[in-house]
């Protein structure tokens, strides 16, 4: 075909897809209301669209076909609109006593039932029945409910219903959206098996908004609630913008439910049509937001969303598809000897951009570790190793990377800089110390060489040589996500291994060329992350002017009078500062305010959203304002 023409069709492909896309509207949305069938004509009169009301109750599993005919008969001619239900089983489907023919007897006769009833879309949260007791292994209780999901997806899609798996607080076997997303990923049966997203659960878990867009292709159903109290919207008027916002980018449209604490004095009777009145503001606000960011809509990703690396500040891999990701990482307290081979840089002198040299003070180096690799199990364990020394540097559990500090937030947009290193989250099990516990032929290690890693059966092995030997790697957690773990080292060649005796290490030695430690957790670590990522320091100046420098402030705002990316901080406090409809008096409230809400008020002349929100703690907060105070 002639070249011009490819362009030409290239060109109008283009233009169509753009021209004919619409913008999400607030028309794309239904709402409802978790609670009984018998209030919808009171939520029907104030807009609402439906009820979602409890499975069991709704199609009672319990009756005879007779008295369900009855039953069906009474609530269609009441003409309730129930598109959806929750509460589904409360058969135990984990565990030693679980019970999968009873389950499915249950949910094959719920399922027929909810189809005559007019349900399209059944909420699975159920916690007790997917909950295994304590102490039992949480990979074989996910197994046994991805068995029993298998055995009812094929009874619901039989009758048009679509399963909407929903993750809950305090739920070890699904407490994210990306674990239930997983288990949509292995059913893969798209038409019939969902996600729930649930605001509340979500906010309740650490589970990022942005997760919403992330695993946007899975979501099917929306619950929603204000994180203090659980209440309704509009009650506390907590702020979910982010998630809305990450709603209407994910391209949702259908249904959205409350699923609320309505005690007295908040009763569904006196509030409803103010929570409606408060979701529909707040969506609307989303949707405006997102053509104005957006223009003309872009045809979407084929899987629904948008990639970006930002999207989760919080990632986690799986048992069987690890995370592997190479960053900065904090230096918990290792020994010199562990990072022998790393430079160690030293402070350099302040420079001031409005003098043009340099000035009085002190600019830290860093304190991480720039050549590892961290790799993350799921949120049993985690683990840390050096490409420098080649070893590994320490084990933890129960968590992975905070990334806000190195990646920024979504309502900033952009990388937040260099020199921020992301915290580690969760309970530290091991780490190094002193020299590399390996010998070769009975030599130490010197100069280590790292050759780079490969993946087998999605785990890393990672390849490093010293004296003339290449030597391959693993590291293999215990299957009981105990915080046991087992390093494997092995050679092609007649290198004889050999290992350091060390507290917490079992090594068994079948070859010459081939060496394995298993590691027990270390109970005198416990706290260790608590401590090397949070400031113990007392609240002061000083350790304000530490945070000023830990968090790279100096990057953006001077404090000498000259000009940057952001306002100076000389003789800030007092100071009046002018905005487009006001005047406000820099009092150590705007301080606060602008420590913690960075955008809530943009000095004219500057950009908007340039400035991460960081996480900072209270005292840290008091620190920096003590801090800018004194300038």
Request: with cysteine; hydrophobic share 30%.
């Amino acid at each position: 075909m002639n070249p011009t023409i490819n362009r030409l069709l290239a060109i109008l492909t283009v233009t169509l897809s753009i021209s004919s896309a619409t913008h999400t509207s607030i028309d794309d949305f239904q709402f409802g209301i978790c609670g009984k069938p018998e209030i919808y004509p009171t939520i029907k009169a104030s807009g609402f669209h439906y009820v979602e009301a409890s499975t069991k109750l709704l199609t009672k599993p319990n009756l005879n076909d007779q008295a369900f005919a009855s039953h069906l008969k009474s609530h269609l001619k009441k003409q309730y609109q129930i598109p959806v239900t929750n509460s589904f089983i409360s058969i135990p489907l984990v565990g030693p006593k679980k019970d999968h023919s009873s389950g499915l007897k249950y949910a094959t006769t719920v399922f027929e039932r909810a189809k005559k009833l007019g349900v399209k879309k059944i909420v699975f949260g159920s916690q007790g029945s997917r909950t295994p007791p304590d102490h039992y292994d949480l990979q074989t209780a996910r197994r046994e409910f991805v068995t029993f999901l298998k055995l009812i997806v094929p009874e619901a899609q039989k009758r048009g219903l679509v399963i909407c798996l929903e993750p809950l607080t305090k739920d070890n076997l699904m407490p994210t959206l990306a674990s239930a997303a997983a288990m949509c990923e292995e059913i893969n049966a798209p038409q019939t098996l969902g996600i729930t997203a649930d605001f509340w659960h979500m906010m309740n878990n650490n589970d990022e908004a942005d997760n919403i867009r992330k695993f946007a292709k899975h979501i099917k159903h929306i619950h929603l609630a204000e994180q203090k109290g659980r209440t309704p919207p509009g009650i506390n008027n907590q702020d979910l913008s982010a998630y809305w916002d990450a709603l209407v980018a994910s391209g949702y449209k259908g249904l959205i439910s409350i699923e609320a604490s309505w005690r007295s004095p908040i009763s569904i009777k006196t509030h409803h049509a103010r929570s409606l009145q408060v979701m529909k503001k707040d969506l609307q606000k989303a949707i405006q937001k997102s053509k104005s960011q957006t223009g003309s809509k872009i045809t979407p990703h084929p899987e629904g969303r948008i990639s970006s690396v930002t999207y989760n500040n919080n990632p986690l891999g799986t048992p069987q598809k690890p995370l592997i990701l190479r960053t900065y990482l904090p230096d918990p307290g290792l020994d010199q000897q562990v990072l022998a081979n790393h430079h160690h840089a030293g402070p350099s002198p302040k420079y001031s951009p409005a003098v043009g040299r340099d000035v009085p003070g002190t600019y830290f180096p860093i304190n991480g570790i720039p050549a590892a690799i961290a790799v993350n199990h799921g949120k049993g364990f985690s683990y840390a190793w050096d490409t420098t020394e080649c070893r590994l540097l320490y084990t933890w559990s129960d968590g992975f990377l905070d990334m806000h500090p190195y990646w920024g937030t979504s309502d900033q947009g952009n990388r937040t800089g260099f020199g921020y290193l992301p915290s580690l989250t969760g309970t530290m099990t091991y780490m190094a110390k002193g020299n590399h516990p390996l010998t070769l032929n009975s030599q130490p290690i010197k100069s280590p060489k790292f050759l780079g890693y490969s993946i087998t059966n999605n785990q890393p092995t990672f390849r490093w040589k010293s004296q003339d030997t290449t030597i391959h790697t693993t590291i293999t957690p215990s299957p009981k996500q105990n915080g046991k773990f087992t390093i494997t080292h092995h050679t092609e060649n007649s290198t004889v291994f050999g290992h350091a005796n060390l507290p917490h290490t079992t090594i068994n030695h079948p070859l010459p060329n081939h060496l394995s430690i298993t590691i027990s957790p270390n109970p005198n670590l416990k706290n260790q992350i608590k401590s090397t990522t949070s400031d113990s320091e007392s609240i002061s100046i000083k350790t304000g002017e530490k945070l000023f420098l830990k968090y790279s402030c100096q990057m953006c705002h001077t404090i000498d009078g000259g000009k940057s990316h952001g306002p100076t901080l000389q003789k800030l406090h007092g100071k009046k500062r002018k905005f487009s409809d006001t005047t406000i008096t820099a009092d150590e409230t705007y301080l606060r305010e602008s420590l913690t809400h960075p955008n809530a008020k943009i000095v004219p002349g500057y950009q908007p959203n340039y400035m991460p929100k960081f996480p900072l703690q209270e005292s840290e907060i008091t620190s920096l304002v003590l801090y800018l105070k004194s300038l």
